[in-house]
């Protein structure tokens, strides 16, 4: 006779593991370099820039890569700014330091995305970054 010997095994459920990844909204899409906007002399070499001269964001449309920083420089003695409507950047609207001549001020852009911006004061002044 054949005693037969059965096994059982076991298969333990296992619970999915769930990533919490998705986007808070409210969570800023990007980060200020310097609060204060800094001389025109202390932009690194390399960085991506957008000039602001004669009324107007001279590269309109820039293109960079998440954690990229772009540092906007005023040339002109119009003062100048970059900001974000509601909703852009933030869950509220962000509003960038007044540039005046030689003066900069940088962003870093966190997430991907179209960003439009716009100058404070000059609201026909328009451009974007769009961060692949
Ligand atoms: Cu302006």
């Keep these: 006779?054949?005693?037969?010997?059965?096994?059982?095994?076991?298969?333990?459920?296992?619970?999915?593991?769930?990533?919490?990844?998705?986007?808070v909204f409210a969570q800023d899409r990007i980060s200020v370099l310097h609060e204060k906007p800094v001389p025109a002399s202390d932009v690194?070499?390399?960085?991506?820039?957008?000039?602001?001269?004669?009324?107007?964001?001279q590269t309109p449309e820039v293109t960079i890569e998440a954690g990229d920083t772009v540092y906007w420089i005023n040339r002109e003695v119009m003062p100048h700014n970059v900001a974000f409507k509601e909703g852009i950047v933030a869950e509220g609207a962000f509003r960038g330091e007044m540039l005046t001549k030689d003066q900069a001020y940088a962003i870093t852009f966190t997430e991907a995305g179209s960003f439009d911006y716009f100058c404070t004061p000059h609201p026909f002044m328009r451009g974007k970054v769009i961060v692949g």
Excluded at 44 to 57: G, H, N, S, W
């Design 1 to 23: 006779m054949n005693s037969g010997i059965s096994r059982r095994s076991v298969l333990t459920g296992l619970g999915l593991a769930v990533i919490g990844a998705s986007r």
């Design 44 to 57: 690194p070499a390399d960085a991506i820039t957008v000039e602001i001269d004669k009324m107007k964001y």
